[in-house]
């Protein structure tokens, strides 16, 4: 069974930084999918960030050039470095793991940009 916990979001100013983790336990492979989604208050979930392997990325236009995702293998850890935020990046923040016909979600971490 895979689980997803993710951790470093909150409440940070328009222009700052954070940088959100996502701790999988469970058999994790590279060869899967994972990634960041994210959902705003009335709005749908969207796909954020997203490894599909060791050398492709794909990222939101919204966000290009601002964040950055990344993973570390020995401590099945992928992070999501988000720079230059803005308001309109408010919003809940997921973790995505898609096995073939498993997908998993991890709890959300709420990330809130305001002055």
């Known amino acids: 069974q895979v689980q997803l916990v993710e951790s470093g979001g909150g409440l940070v100013q328009p222009g700052g930084s954070l940088r959100l983790s996502c701790a999988a336990s469970?058999?994790?492979?590279?060869?899967?999918?994972m990634g960041w989604y994210r959902q705003a208050p009335g709005k749908e979930r969207e796909l954020v960030a997203q490894?599909?392997?060791?050398?492709?990325?794909t990222y939101a236009d919204s966000v290009k050039g601002r964040f950055t995702i990344s993973r570390d293998n020995a401590k099945n850890t992928v992070y999501l470095q988000m720079n230059s935020l803005k308001p309109e990046d408010t919003a809940v923040y997921y973790c995505?793991?898609?096995?073939?016909?498993?997908?998993?979600w991890g709890q959300g971490t709420q990330v809130t940009v305001s002055s």
């Open positions: 469970g058999v994790i492979s590279n060869f899967y999918p």
């Open positions: 995505n793991y898609q096995a073939g016909v498993n997908n998993y």
């Open positions: 490894l599909r392997s060791a050398y492709s990325t």
